[in-house]
Antibody, heavy 122, light 107 residues
Framework: QVQLQESGPGLVKPSQTLSLTCTVS??????????WSWIRQHPGKGLEWIGY???????YYNPSLKSRVTISVDTSKNQFSLKLRSVTAADTAVYYC??????????????WGQGTLVTVSS | DFQMTQSPSSLSASVGDRVTITCQAS??????LNWYQQKPGKAPKLLIY???ILETGVPSRFSGSGSGTDFTFTISSLQPEDIATYYC?????????FGPGTKVDIK
């Protein structure tokens, strides 16, 4: 059973960079076909997909965040990471990491981390 | 811009009731549609993928149908543990988009 765990600061100052890491256990991040994704949820709101990375390093980002986002992977540590630059209060959210399953045609998010709340405040 | 809409935004039903949620895509997504359940304070959980395929271990009272732009999610007999918010999510290579969610509670 694959498990994902987010880690990183829970408080970030405005204009700084939000940095989170997702550690994957119970399976290899290099597993064929899996993509690794970040999703966020503003307090009391719906889900927003941020982007994904393949173990080879290829990425794709939500166009609405693309200018500020970088997702990277470290296969030796079985981790992938999120950096979101120039944050504002609008980036306060619960951030989830999730695996994108090479299943069927719809590439569902089949495993999720528990989520970590990041607050942007001075 | 690609849009997903869900209706209703919330509903109240009695235990044992049949509950139906609809999801509409702004363009044809074939069957690239998934459904998730999110309980308060928890991560979403995959229930259905490819519009109608039940994820392993998910109770059979949950089902999905539809193709193209119109999709339906059904709970055949609502149980107390089904209180949650339900999200549809589409995959339009390479983009993923979630619907706004439907909050389900017990009347």
């Amino acid at each position: 059973q694959v498990q994902l765990q987010e880690s990183g600061p829970g408080l970030v100052k405005p204009s700084q960079t939000l940095s989170l890491t997702c550690t994957v256990s119970g399976g290899s991040i290099s597993s064929g076909g899996y993509y690794w994704s970040w999703i966020r949820q503003h307090p009391g709101k719906g889900l927003e997909w941020i982007g994904y990375i393949y173990y080879s390093g290829s990425t794709y980002y939500n166009p609405s965040l693309k200018s500020r986002v970088t997702i990277s992977v470290d296969t030796s540590k079985n981790q992938f990471s999120l950096k979101l630059r120039s944050v504002t209060a609008a980036d306060t959210a619960v951030y989830y990491c999730a695996s994108v399953a090479p299943r069927g045609y719809s590439y569902p998010f089949d495993y999720w981390g528990q989520g970590t709340l990041v607050t942007v405040s001075s | 811009d690609f849009q997903m809409t869900q209706s209703p935004s919330s509903l109240s039903a009695s235990v044992g009731d049949r509950v139906t949620i609809t999801c509409q895509a702004s363009q044809d997504i074939t069957n690239y549609l998934n459904w998730y359940q999110q309980k308060p304070g928890k991560a979403p959980k995959l229930l259905i993928y490819d519009a109608s395929i039940l994820e392993t271990g998910v109770p059979s009272r949950f089902s999905g149908s539809g193709s193209g732009t119109d999709f339906t999610f059904t709970i055949s007999s609502l149980q107390p543990e089904d209180i949650a918010t339900y999200y549809c999510q589409q995959y339009d290579n390479p983009l993923f988009t979630f619907g706004p969610g439907t909050k389900v509670d017990i009347k």
